[in-house]
């Protein structure tokens, strides 16, 4: 499974590039609202920081507002830009039209597999589930990204899952299992990702054990 991060913050994404396990960003309004700069200065900047898809969100709700401000915010770096759509028939109807212009797509704000299916047949390059939200509510969430990949699978959709709204390294993992293409992961939880409590034992007991072949000498 591919992972993203899900992040506007500079820093945040230029850490995780050089992890070098993370493939890809995407961003939305209120991650971009929360570092307080324009949304194509921001958008400019990070693609100079990864080199994968970047979802840009457009915030008009109507489709030629839509075609607009998606057209602008690919112009930024046609090699990196995803245009985030909303899961509305606005959006379902941009993503077949930048489908046709060769530009690619993420359809956001998907909660359902119906909706889903409706990404997949608009020809969207992404569809975002997302689970947090959907487990905030207490629905159950993984059930869905099960129930996506089903669906891709019997249709052989090319549409791929950008699993969103991961809360902890859990989502991760039972995203991983239920065959999710992708992930998209806040900073704080993919920096989890790595830890085990088992790990770091270990390492103190090598870290140990080096030191006293060490004190031999050469
Ligand atoms: C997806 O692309 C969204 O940016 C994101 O995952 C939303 O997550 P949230 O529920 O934490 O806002």
Redesign the pocket.
């Known amino acids: 499974m591919i992972l993203f991060i899900?992040t506007a913050n500079l820093k945040e994404i230029e850490d995780a590039a050089d992890w070098g396990y993370v493939k890809g960003c995407?961003?939305?309004p209120?991650?971009i609202a929360k570092e307080g700069l324009k949304q194509k200065d921001v958008i400019a900047k990070i693609t100079t920081l990864i080199d994968g898809p970047i979802?840009a969100e457009v915030t008009a709700e109507d489709y030629e507002g839509m075609i607009e401000q998606g057209k602008e915010l690919f112009a930024i770096d046609p090699k990196h830009i995803v245009i985030?759509l909303p899961m509305t028939n606005a959006g379902l109807k941009a993503a077949k039209t930048f489908k046709e212009l060769g530009i690619p797509t993420?359809v956001?704000l998907c909660f359902s597999a119906a909706q889903a299916l409706l990404a997949m047949e608009a020809g969207a390059t992404y569809v975002?589930p997302?689970l947090?939200?959907l487990d905030d509510n207490g629905w159950e969430a993984i059930k869905l990204i099960e129930d996506i990949v089903t669906m891709k699978m019997n249709y052989g959709y090319d549409t791929k899952i950008?699993a969103?709204?991961?809360?902890n390294t859990e989502h991760v993992q039972q995203c991983a299992l239920a065959g999710s293409d992708i992930a998209?992961i806040?900073y704080g939880v993919l920096k989890k990702l790595i830890k085990h409590p088992l790990t770091d034992d270990g390492l103190e007991q090598f870290r140990v054990a080096a030191a006293k072949t060490a004190a031999l000498g050469k």
């Open positions: 899900d995407t961003t939305n209120s991650l979802s985030k993420n956001t975002s997302f947090g939200r950008i969103a709204s991961i809360r998209t806040p």
